[in-house]
């Protein structure tokens, strides 16, 4: 394992001590420590050195040093050594050094001799960087993060154990304080003689490089202006949800509607916002939130795909905002500017030239910073809060001026009449509420500053709820008022009086006060004033007009600027993520405050492009569509997290429920079709078509979502449900352990395995690793996450699974009983063949059939791939790419290495070297070459850019263009299968599952059987029917009724030339010296062995000659293993067999199932 890539470097000797010093026996002098028979360290006493002591303090001095307990008087100030010699090497290792009692610090100053009883009180820990106090005589107790020296409270005795600290748990670079490394449990478990100490992150502690440049730039800031719950989340949220809607719309929506149904629609939106409210501060109350609002809460929750998407649309449904906003002011102002007959140009364009000047305004006021922005924000609250009472206090003042336009004061009477419906021009309840609702939208204005709160936790859910509450009450307050005092239609005339002969015969509530309305109700004479038809009837009512068009003004441009500071934030927050490539540009902030001021000028682009469009009635369905379908997700994450059940998921908002979350997501979705079912479906298109797109991309992030929570709780259930269904026959799937060693070693193999398995079965790459040293557990945890990275990166849909054993046969062992988990357990044992069995220790031999008698003993399945070029491609440079740049720039701290070809990387730990494929060797098992004193490299990772690139030989050449022919398409050929035993049809099986794949498609299966020459056409139409009924495919069928002739003699004597150094020779020597033999070297074959297996060994040499007569040009060969019988045949003798059987072929596949059925043709 190689050193952490925050180690600072150090001569190439000193970094290989210090990484392998825990392979290598005798790695020169280490710094003095304790002895394994002490029990805990020797504390150093720090006192504060006095002026200049202090300025002249050596790094080295930095660094120190454990010191026995006994020498500890005798040598004090022993200067380290090793590794640990400077202060930067002691970086990442834990000190331990003793508490300074500031009352006798400066005793212990001065009389250095003088003895340490007082200051060894066993209560803290403490560094002596610490001690150093830039303030004279004061001393600042705190955690020295630079050295990752720690102050603890301990129990009467001195230990580096750490009690609990917030400080621990922080992110790195975390902007709320400085991220602490509490001692590794190797520091507190292991040897106290071993070296080195490695520093580390709990699992998903380490940010994302954005994440961490977000912190660290958070970390950095002096002088954040940072809001509280009420300027920065109620203010806000306030002015966003009163729109200009509470001026201009409310009324009407009374008329039509009716007080009943319009105190419905109020009350249905803020069922839909309230809820919303309650699950946003759900999760704004798990966990620490950072700048993003809407997006960071979704992506945070469900992960990048559905964040990614959200946070898209979102800023642009903000940014588009702004100018509706704009648009609405505009339209206002020119509405102000004909009244006195001011236009400048026409309407349309003096609405492009007001909304312009207004939103250039509006950026500047943004770009002054957000302390100037919440100032303009108060401002414009006040203004809106005045217009609102403004109203209240002219409604209960009736001027008889006023009555002619529909305004007669609180009466019984108009309430009465108001209360029911009365819907025109073609309106119903739901046009009216699809009005109505973008009024009760902007909850999430706090939300999406969040990075500028104090306490984003506290301040979301206080103020967005109390906003909702308080802007609700005022929605039905205004409701029932204006459908208690103005009467639907008004003529505007003081002469419509009702005269006393008619007052029997009228029935309208205005009659009562003696007007007569009733002229102008027809479609020819529209009446011109009361709820119906004037929108401006609050300013009439209300005590001062001018305030109301104030209020409107407020109203829409605090919407606006809200809009115009969520989007530039939000966008930000996205871009920070990276998750669409290209948009980084905009995720650089500026000031003290981060500001995105690149996301303003494109928020103001934005703006302006559709101001200048100035209609804006297409655009604004879609809008709130995009509002909605956050609204929506929010919802939909508190459920989703709550169903996922995960321990992370711990709000310290309580008051929330899982199933009112998903009725609150239904309803967002039902009220985006109500509101226009076209804008609706072009919403959820855009979300798809972007969560595709992220899915598709793969960001490298992880964020703990509630998608990987219910993905891990869904695997344990149905994993545990399968469990508890007996296997079946038609659902049987070869789940296969392939002996891989390192899976981009042997990639033929890998390759051949997945085409078969991929969506289908299981597949483990099986990795023995053996060696005469300690084990290094944590470096094996590593290497399995970082290749199964390598597995997910190649698209191969496979585990990785290496375990230690002494040698190859324990290992196997290992692996065929304890890998799996539950049904998902191998029950068939992939091996590559050993080219190599004749030129290494015969022991090997002798393990490798071990592992195939034991498969079957453990009722596994055996198959057996063979190339004749070899399989192992470890030793040739650059073969390969494990790492991926974004596992490297997402703080991996391996160092890449490349492969010396002057070595050689199978090396077994034990074993003569060989560059043949060899299953036992590296990569299939760890190499402990005990060369110059330190471990060979692991095979190879990454090829080095900066060494020189090496010439492939021709057979290495071979070797790789072998190792990626299953990579390929297969063009039209044959898999010849010779199912020469049957096996319960795995020797079948595997051939039709790989000519279902894509590659394999336009391969035909042709199907070889022994049988007799007198009954060839019998046996071909009985395999044929077979066939048939397992409802397989195969182009042909032969019998070999040849299958028994006797081979070709200089086959024979190839055979027993190979074998010859194999043999015991047993006749030739004394009885007792053969057994001697014998039992040192049980794979040497027997005289009497060799006589009895005469025949089968015959058809071994006569099935290679048939192979190459029939199956020369096949593209895969698969063919029934044969079987040795256990204790009877030598491991010799059976290698024989199989080399003897396969050699000079195509690819190979020796297959031999457990002989039980994994075909039938019952339904």
């Given at each position: 394992?190689?050193?952490?890539s925050?180690?600072?470097s150090?001569?190439?000797e000193?970094?290989?001590?210090t990484d392998?010093?825990?392979l290598?026996?005798?790695a020169?002098?280490?710094?003095p420590g304790p002895t394994p028979?002490?029990?805990?360290?020797q504390v150093?006493i720090?006192?504060?050195?006095?002026?200049g002591?202090a300025e002249?303090?050596?790094?080295?001095?930095?660094?120190?040093t454990?010191?026995p307990s006994s020498?500890a008087?005798?040598?004090?100030a022993?200067p380290?050594e090793?590794?640990?010699g400077?202060?930067d090497e002691?970086?990442?290792?834990?000190?331990?050094v003793?508490?300074?009692d500031p009352?006798e610090?400066?005793s212990?100053?001065?009389s250095?001799d003088?003895?340490?009883?007082g200051l060894?009180?066993?209560?803290?820990?403490m560094?002596?960087s610490?001690l150093h106090?830039?303030?004279g005589?004061?001393h600042?107790y705190?955690?020295?993060t630079h050295?990752?020296?720690?102050?603890m409270?301990?129990?009467?005795?001195?230990t580096?154990?750490a009690?609990?600290n917030?400080?621990f748990?922080r992110?790195?670079a975390a902007p709320?304080g400085?991220?602490?490394?509490?001692?590794t449990l190797s520091e507190?478990?292991?040897?106290?003689d071993?070296?080195?100490?490695?520093d580390?992150?709990a699992?998903?502690?380490?940010?994302?490089p954005?994440?961490?440049?977000?912190?660290?730039e958070?970390?950095d800031?002096k002088?954040?202006?940072?809001f509280?719950?009420?300027?920065?989340v109620?203010?806000?949220c306030m002015?966003n949800?009163?729109?200009?809607?509470l001026?201009?719309?409310m009324s009407w929506?009374v008329?039509q509607?009716?007080?009943a149904?319009?105190?419905?629609?109020?009350g249905?939106a803020t069922v839909?916002?309230?809820?919303?409210?309650l699950s946003?501060?759900?999760?704004a109350?798990?966990g620490?939130?950072?700048g993003?609002g809407a997006?960071?809460l979704i992506?945070?929750?469900?992960g990048?795909e559905f964040?990614?998407?959200i946070?898209?649309?979102?800023?642009?449904?903000?940014?588009v905002?702004?100018?509706?906003?704009v648009?609405g002011?505009?339209e206002?102002?020119?509405?102000l500017?004909?009244?006195?007959d001011?236009?400048?140009?026409?309407?349309l364009n003096d609405?492009?030239i007001?909304?312009?000047i207004?939103?250039i305004?509006l950026?500047?006021i943004s770009l002054a910073?957000?302390?100037?922005?919440?100032k303009a924000q108060i401002?414009?609250l006040?203004?809106?809060?005045t217009?609102?009472?403004?109203?209240?206090?002219g409604?209960f003042?009736p001027?008889?001026s006023?009555?002619s336009v529909?305004?007669?004061?609180y009466d019984?009477?108009?309430?009465?009449?108001n209360?029911?419906p009365?819907?025109?021009?073609?309106e119903?309840?739901?046009?009216?509420?699809?009005?109505?609702?973008?009024?009760?939208t902007?909850i999430?204005a706090g939300?999406?500053?969040?990075g500028d709160?104090?306490d984003?936790q506290l301040a979301?859910p206080?103020g967005t709820l109390?906003a909702?509450?308080?802007?609700g009450?005022?929605?039905l307050?205004?409701?029932v008022?204006?459908g208690?005092?103005?009467?639907r239609?008004?003529t505007?005339?003081?002469?419509d009086?009702?005269s006393?002969q008619f007052m029997?015969n009228?029935?309208?509530a205005a009659c009562?006060f003696?007007?007569?309305?009733?002229?102008c109700r027809?479609?020819?004479d529209?009446?011109q004033f009361?709820?119906?038809?004037?929108f401006?009837v609050?300013?009439?009512?209300?005590?001062?007009?001018p305030?109301?068009?104030?209020?409107?003004?407020?109203?829409?441009?605090s919407s606006?600027?809200?809009?115009?500071?969520?989007?530039?934030k939000?966008f930000?927050?996205l871009?920070?993520?990276n998750?669409y490539?290209?948009?980084?540009m905009?995720?650089k902030g500026y000031?003290?405050?981060?500001?995105?001021l690149r996301g303003?000028i494109?928020t103001?682009?934005?703006?302006?492009?559709?101001?200048?469009i100035?209609q804006?009635?297409?655009?604004a369905?879609?809008?709130?569509?995009?509002f909605l379908?956050?609204?929506?997700?929010?919802?939909?994450?508190?459920?989703h997290a709550?169903l996922?059940?995960?321990?992370?998921w711990?709000?310290?908002?309580k008051?929330?429920n899982?199933?009112?979350?998903?009725?609150?997501a239904?309803?967002?979705?039902?009220v985006m079709?109500v509101i226009n079912?076209?804008?609706a479906l072009?919403?959820n298109?855009i979300?798809?078509?972007?969560?595709?797109y992220?899915?598709y991309?793969?960001?490298d992030?992880n964020w703990?979502?509630s998608?990987?929570?219910l993905?891990y709780?869904?695997?344990?259930?149905?994993?545990?449900h399968l469990s508890g269904?007996?296997d079946?026959?038609k659902?049987f799937?070869?789940q296969c352990l392939?002996?891989?060693?390192?899976?981009?070693?042997?990639?033929a193999?890998?390759?051949?395995?997945h085409?078969?398995?991929?969506?289908?079965g299981?597949?483990?790459c099986?990795?023995?690793?053996t060696g005469y040293?300690r084990?290094n557990f944590k470096?094996l945890?590593?290497?399995?996450?970082?290749?199964?990275?390598?597995?997910l990166?190649?698209e191969?849909?496979a585990f990785?699974t290496?375990v230690?054993a002494?040698?190859?046969?324990?290992?196997?062992q290992?692996?065929l009983q304890a890998?799996?988990?539950?049904?998902?357990?191998?029950?068939t044992?992939v091996?590559g063949?050993k080219?190599?069995w004749r030129?290494?220790?015969?022991?090997?031999v002798e393990?490798?059939?071990?592992?195939i008698?034991?498969?079957f003993d453990?009722?596994?399945g055996?198959?057996i791939?063979?190339l004749k070029e070899?399989?192992?491609?470890?030793h040739i440079?650059g073969q390969d790419?494990?790492l991926?740049?974004?596992?490297?720039?997402s703080?991996?701290?391996?160092v890449i290495?490349?492969i010396d070809t002057?070595?050689?990387s199978?090396?077994?730990?034990?074993?003569?070297?060989?560059?043949?494929?060899s299953?036992q060797n590296s990569?299939a098992?760890?190499?402990?070459?005990?060369?110059d004193?330190?471990a060979?490299t692991q095979?190879?990772?990454?090829?080095d850019?900066?060494?020189p690139t090496?010439?492939?030989n021709v057979?290495?050449?071979?070797l790789l263009e072998?190792?990626?022919?299953?990579?390929k398409?297969?063009?039209?050929?044959t898999?010849d299968?010779w199912w020469?035993?049957?096996?319960g049809?795995?020797?079948?099986l595997?051939?039709y599952?790989?000519?279902n794949?894509?590659?394999?498609?336009?391969?035909?299966?042709?199907v070889?059987i022994?049988?007799?020459?007198?009954?060839i056409?019998?046996?071909?139409?009985?395999m044929?029917?077979?066939?048939?009924?397992?409802?397989i495919?195969f182009?042909?069928?032969?019998?070999?009724g040849?299958i028994n002739?006797?081979?070709?003699k200089?086959?024979?004597?190839a055979?027993e030339e190979m074998?010859?150094?194999?043999?015991?020779k047993?006749?030739?020597m004394?009885?007792?010296a053969?057994?001697?033999l014998?039992d040192?070297e049980?794979w040497?074959i027997?005289?009497n062995?060799l006589?009895l297996y005469r025949?089968?060994t015959?058809?071994?040499?006569r099935?290679?000659?048939l192979?190459?007569?029939?199956?020369?040009?096949?593209n895969?060969?698969?063919m029934s293993?044969?079987?040795a019988?256990?204790?009877?045949?030598?491991?010799a003798?059976?290698?024989?067999?199989l080399?003897?059987?396969?050699k000079d072929?195509?690819?190979i596949?020796?297959?031999?199932?457990?002989h039980?059925s994994?075909?039938t043709f019952?339904s």
């Open positions: 394992m190689s050193a952490p925050s180690t600072p150090a001569s190439a000193s970094a290989a001590a392998y010093d825990f290598v026996p005798d020169g002098p280490k710094p028979s002490q029990s805990r360290f150093d720090v006192t504060e050195a006095a002026g002591a002249d303090k050596s790094p080295s001095s930095d660094a120190s454990t010191v020498d008087a005798a040598a004090p022993a380290p090793g590794p640990v400077g202060g002691a970086k990442g290792r834990f000190r331990v003793n508490f300074a009352s610090a400066e212990a100053a001065t250095p003088a003895p340490g009883d060894q009180n066993g209560d803290t820990v560094s002596e610490s106090s830039s303030t005589g004061q600042h705190h955690y020295d050295t990752h020296t720690y102050y409270r301990t129990f009467g005795h001195n580096i154990d009690v609990p917030i400080d748990y992110q790195t709320l400085d991220k602490l490394i509490r001692p507190l478990h292991d040897e106290l071993k070296e080195p100490f490695e580390g992150f699992n998903g502690d380490e940010l994302t954005p994440e961490e440049a977000a912190a660290k958070s970390a800031s002088g954040v202006v940072k509280g719950w009420v300027k920065g109620l203010v806000r002015l949800i009163w729109g200009v809607m001026f201009i719309r929506i008329g509607a009716g007080i149904l319009a105190c419905l629609i109020v249905m839909v916002t309230t809820i919303t409210g946003t501060s759900a999760i109350t798990n620490f939130v950072r993003g997006y960071y992506s945070r929750s469900l990048p964040g990614g998407s946070g898209l649309i979102f800023a642009f449904a903000n940014a905002a702004v100018a509706m906003y648009v002011f505009a206002t102002v020119v509405g500017l004909a009244s006195v001011a236009i400048m140009t026409d309407e609405i492009r007001i909304g312009t207004t939103v305004l950026l500047g910073g957000m302390e100037w922005e919440a401002f414009l006040v203004v809106l809060i217009a609102i009472i403004n109203y209240f206090i409604s003042i001027l008889k006023k009555e529909g305004f007669l004061g019984g009477t108009i309430m009465w009449e209360m029911g009365d819907f025109r021009g073609g119903t309840f739901f046009s009216v509420f699809a009005i109505f609702f973008p009024a009760a902007g999430l939300a999406n500053i969040s709160l104090t984003p979301i206080r109390l909702i509450l308080i802007t009450i005022v929605y307050g205004v409701a008022s204006t208690s005092c103005i009467v239609d008004a505007g005339n003081l002469n009086t009702v006393s029997m009228c029935t309208d009562k003696g007007y007569d309305f009733s002229t027809s479609e020819v529209k009446c009361g709820l119906q038809n004037d401006q609050m300013s009439t009512v209300s005590g001062f007009g305030l109301i068009t104030a209020g409107i003004f407020s109203a829409t441009l606006a600027l809200a809009s115009l500071v969520s989007a530039p939000v930000q927050a871009c920070k993520d998750i490539p290209g948009l980084g905009f995720a000031g003290k405050n981060n500001e995105p303003y494109l103001f682009g934005i703006a302006l492009a559709f101001i200048l100035a804006l009635n297409i655009i369905p879609i809008i709130s569509n995009f379908a956050s609204y929506a997700l929010i919802n939909f994450s508190v459920f709550s996922a059940n995960s321990p992370g711990r709000p310290s908002f008051y929330y899982m199933w009112v979350s998903l009725i609150g239904i309803l967002c979705c039902v079709f079912w076209w804008a072009m919403t298109v979300v798809l078509a972007l969560f595709i992220v899915s991309k793969k960001p992030v703990g979502s998608t990987q929570a993905t709780h869904q695997a344990l259930t149905h994993t545990l269904v007996e079946h026959i659902n799937r070869p392939v002996m891989t060693g390192y899976p981009n070693s042997r990639p193999l890998l390759d051949l395995v085409s078969f398995t991929k969506n289908v299981l597949m483990i099986g990795h023995i690793r040293r084990p470096e945890a590593t290497d399995q996450a970082r290749y199964q990275r390598w597995l990166k190649n191969t849909k990785y290496p230690f002494e040698d190859m046969r324990q290992g196997s290992y692996l890998a799996g988990l539950g049904r998902l357990k191998p029950n044992l091996l063949f080219n190599d030129d290494g220790d015969m022991m090997n393990s490798y059939i071990s592992m008698h034991e498969s453990f009722q596994f055996a198959v791939l063979r070899g399989l192992d491609v470890s440079q790419d494990l991926s740049s974004q596992e490297k720039s703080g991996m701290k391996d290495v490349s002057s070595k050689d199978d090396a077994d730990s034990s074993k003569p070297s060989s560059k043949a494929t299953l990569p098992m760890q190499k402990d070459d005990e060369e004193g330190k060979t095979p190879l990772l990454k090829k850019k900066k060494s090496v010439p492939l057979s290495d050449q071979r072998a190792s990626q022919q299953f990579q398409k297969q063009g039209k050929g898999v299968v020469l035993f049957d096996d049809g795995l020797t079948l595997i051939p599952l790989l000519t794949k894509k590659r394999w498609k336009d391969c035909k299966i042709r070889f022994g049988g007799k020459i007198n009954r056409d019998h046996d071909r139409r009985a044929a029917t077979l066939l048939s009924k397992f409802r495919d182009s042909d069928i032969t019998v070999l040849d002739t006797k081979p070709k200089e086959q024979v004597s055979f074998i010859e150094p194999y043999r015991l047993e006749d030739d004394e009885q007792e053969a057994e001697k014998k040192s049980p040497r027997t005289d062995e006589e025949a089968k015959n058809r071994q040499i099935l290679n000659e192979l190459k007569e029939h199956s020369s040009t096949a895969l060969i698969v293993l044969p079987l019988r256990k204790g009877a045949v030598s491991s003798l059976y290698m024989a067999w080399e003897v059987l396969s072929l195509p690819p596949l020796l297959v031999r199932g457990n039980q994994v075909l019952y």
